[in-house]
């Protein structure tokens, strides 16, 4: 939220929702891109279905985002002593307007969370209308922790429109202010904490198909074995079609012999020709390497290439955490300036009556 447009006359406020669109549809980028490559080059191992549900939810985020996002404009005008306040989003346009004999002050409602970092609370803050019946007008329906653009906006307002100068006027809490600067500084809010427990469920997924794919590789004991058969089975679900390399093989433990069709590591499914390319290195009739599990000599595989697909559930997930976590530390530092300016600010959920 900035200012636009500033004369003696005049102010003009945006609440841009291009940040809100931008995450918005990052966030359904990602979550379709997802569910594009695990349809067409995915893995088809049991727990592919996670990868399912991150697109999809991915995707639904980020579609809800776009609808949600307001592009918001407020006009304050002195002759006409009046504020219209105008919100477009995808669905409508809505116009309100408010005259300045209507409206007792402008402030910054404070919100504080229960999370705590280093024993401070996390704070956010809106922008409120305090009208002379001690209702307020919220600006916009979400809180954040950046306080120091909204003090900026706050201080402009309450100029054009005189509320600073006026015996009505909002008190400014020194005290407070100071204490909320403080516990503005926290790094982290509850909302970052619950995403990252979010993505970090899918980071714990992806690293353990990683941390199995790789110690299968690295631990299993290789064996000589005899190639029996090779063919491709068509692996269908939904609107999607993927191929997995079958590979019959024979190999021996101690006397006795086994028989097994793993070809990877994890069970995978992509293209025609990448089944088709992985069947060709095992002839018929020709001998193999095989990797067989110590522990249970009938769990065998003969490719000992990696798959990078479980890295997608590690570092999708990181690259946002770090996003989010850099902004956050962003945000926080620009809010230890955000009550400097001097503009009142009112606890969330404490009504503010008319002075006798």
Partial sequence: MRVIEETSERLVIHDSPAQMRAMGAAFAALGIGVLVLVGTKGDHAPNVWVAYVVGT???????????????????????????????????????????????????????????????????????????????????????????????????????????????????????????????????????????????????????????????????????????????????????????????QYRYEVDGRAYESTRVTALTVSRGYAWAQGEIAKYRPGTTTTAYLDPTDPEEAFLDPAISLLPLIFVVLPLLIVAVLVRGARATQRRAQQALALGVPVVDQGTMVLRSA
């Fill in 57 to 247: 939810t991915f995707a639904a985020i980020g579609g809800a985002m776009l609808v949600a996002a307001a592009d918001r404009y407020f006009l304050f005008e002195r002759k006409p002593r009046l504020v219209r306040t105008t919100v477009r989003t995808l669905r409508r346009t809505q116009v309100t307007e408010y005259p300045f004999d209507r409206i007792r002050d402008i402030a910054l409602e404070r919100s504080t969370s229960t999370q705590r970092t280093n024993g401070v609370a996390n704070v956010f803050y809106r922008i409120v209308f305090v009208l002379t019946d001690g209702t307020r007008v919220p600006w916009t329906s979400v809180s954040t922790g950046d306080g120091v653009e909204q003090a900026r906006v706050v201080a402009a307002a309450r100029a054009i429109g005189g509320w600073a100068r006026t015996a009505d006027a909002l008190p400014v809490d020194a005290p407070a202010a100071d204490a909320a600067t403080r516990a503005a500084t926290a790094i982290s809010t509850r909302g970052l904490a619950l995403v990252i427990a979010f993505l970090s469920i899918f980071i714990l997924v992806g690293g353990w198909l990683m941390v199995l794919q790789l110690h299968r590789v690295r631990s299993w004991r290789p064996v000589p074995a005899t190639v029996i058969s090779t063919s491709v089975t068509t692996v269908r679900s939904r609107n999607q079609t993927t191929y997995r390399p079958v590979v």
